[in-house]
């Protein structure tokens, strides 16, 4: 007689230990502006004497004795930025340089397929509109005005020309503040490239402490930029009212300086943070509940497909790009039922500026402790060879162990919208997460990776019904299937176990008869 049985304490156990890593949602900060920086605000303390607080957010740990006084200064670390007043409503163009040649020409795109892109992060923002896409040729994007002198004419007039236009986004990684300057000075608009929109979004959507902490950290190279722009419309001599308040400190000089006192002050918050998940990683490893990491390019249904695995009917997906900054964890159950933690990450980009990876590198830093990492690709995206060519770079370049890489599932999702499809990459997997096709294949070749990862045994016990083996392997193992014999009051017990508590187990029970699978 066989009798196989779900564990709910272990599923329990699995989503507490699920919830240590995820955080509580909170409501998201009002969009915050893009413009020409204003005049940063003074510290509140002296330099060196600030730093993060702990909090409750993700790492979910308590405080201590000076909580209070630590969250007040992080509440004004997270407050609005001083990147001047909000400019709400924007009424955008978008420019996109196209490359003719050369090594900043990408083999694996289109100047179409790049725009669209840019079409899409813009209409992510709410309140903002698109009127005009625009491309225009271009040898070298790195010159001043990025265009050649005919090309730049024709562009002014064409931006001149449009109704109500309130800003430019030009698409590209990151643009000069000399650069920016001039073409403001040319267009009468405000110009805003690939980081200052990325950046923005990632504004929009950061909900927790962590996020918001990250996101101000990314934030420091946009104000030292914009600084550098406010600085030189400014007088720098020396002396007399040139200096501020008398502290003999030039603007330049006192701008600086609460820049390098904020960004220490972040740093240490998120260092604070850091240290916390280390904690919790290490309570976690105790509970020997593997992790896999879910990830992949912006909108490529991540979420979905962890909804999916795990039916956590919570989780809401939006078809939207970077939905998704927070790390957020769902306990779920492989085919032998097996706990295990999901861990939803953020989405990539192409062209993803490297400071905004550093900044985010506290959330990414959980992927380097995964036993595996999922890679969901947008099979029907026409830029699905480039998006995975992204997400595989940025990943080498998290210094990731060398068995995770060499380990990635490779997941096609969305299947359903291509008639017949089948993966041409050796050992892809088709799914269609929203319907439900493929994911038991899916699950099936996790479980065979993890289980390889981790060195977890597949055992079958032979123990005595009156004992507490049975009691014990439940709480402590993965129990598979219980094969009864009444006549001697005994019982089969086919389990995954891990190292230490088979060790454990040995201890506790030297008699028991063990047959390894």
């Known amino acids: ?28 900060l009002p969009a915050r502006p893009l413009s020409a920086a204003a005049p940063l605000r003074a510290p509140l303390r002296p330099p060196g004497t600030g730093g ?54 990408s083999p694996l795109t289109t100047a179409e397929l790049q725009i669209a892109e840019a079409v899409a992060l813009v209409d992510t923002l709410q309140n903002w509109t698109v009127l005009d896409k625009i491309i225009i040729p271009t040898k070298s994007p790195n010159k001043k005005f990025v265009f050649g002198k005919g090309n730049f004419q024709v562009l002014t007039e064409k931006i001149k020309k449009l109704p109500h236009v309130t800003a430019v986004f030009l698409n590209m990684e990151r643009i000069s ?68 308040m008398g502290s003999g400190e030039t603007f330049l000089e006192t701008q600086n300086r609460v820049l390098k006192e904020r960004e220490l002050k972040i740093r240490n918050a998120l260092e ?78 192409t062209d993803l500026p490297h400071n905004l990876v550093e900044s985010f590198s506290a959330t990414l830093e959980e992927v380097a402790y995964s036993d595996l990492i999922v890679h969901v690709r947008d099979i029907t995206h026409p830029e699905t060879i480039l998006q995975k060519a992204t997400v595989l770079s940025v990943l080498r370049n998290l210094n990731l162990p060398s068995h995770l890489l060499d380990s990635i599932v490779e997941v096609h999702n969305k299947v359903d919208l291509i008639e017949r499809y089948k993966p041409t990459e050796e050992n892809a997997l088709a799914v269609s997460a929203l319907h439900g096709h493929g994911l038991e294949e899916l699950k099936q070749e996790i479980e065979k990776k993890i289980l390889t990862a ?64």
């Open 1 to 28: 007689m066989r009798l196989p049985r779900f564990s709910w304490p272990l599923l329990l156990r699995c989503r507490r230990a699920a919830a240590a890593l995820g955080a509580p949602r909170c409501r998201p």
């Open 52 to 105: 993060g607080a702990p909090w409750n957010g993700a790492a979910g740990a308590g405080g201590d004795e000076g909580e209070e006084e630590d969250e007040a200064e992080l509440e004004e670390l997270l407050g609005p930025p001083p990147l001047g007043p909000g400019p709400g409503a924007q009424r955008v163009a978008i420019v996109h340089p196209a490359v003719k040649w050369g090594p900043q020409k």
């Open 177 to 244: 503040s000399l650069t920016k300057k001039e073409l403001e000075g040319a267009w009468g608009v405000q110009v805003f490239d690939r980081y200052t929109v990325v950046l923005h979004i990632f504004r929009c959507n950061a909900q927790t402490k962590e996020a918001k902490l990250q996101v101000a950290l990314a934030e420091i190279p946009l104000l030292r930029s914009n600084l550098k722009n406010e600085v030189s419309q400014r007088d720098q001599q020396r002396g007399g009212s040139r200096y501020i």
């Open 272 to 349: 604070k943070l850091r240290r916390k998940r280390a904690l919790l990683r290490t309570q976690r490893r105790k509970c020997e509940f593997p992790m896999v990491s879910v990830m992949g390019y912006t909108n490529c249904g991540k979420t979905t497909l962890i909804k999916a695995l795990t039916g956590e009917a919570g989780l809401q997906p939006r078809d939207q790009l970077f939905a998704t900054l927070d790390i957020t964890a769902h306990a779920g159950y492989l085919p032998s039922h097996m706990a295990v933690i999901y861990v939803d990450t953020i989405g990539f980009l």
């Open 454 to 517: 981790t060195g977890k045994k597949i055992l079958t016990v032979n123990i005595n019904l009156e004992g507490p083996q049975l009691s014990w392997l439940y709480k402590e193992a993965t129990v598979q299937e219980v094969e009864v014999m009444p006549e001697d009051g005994t019982a089969r017990v086919k389990v995954i176990i891990g190292n230490s508590a088979f060790g454990r187990y040995k201890n506790l029970f030297p008699n028991s008869k063990i047959f390894i699978s």
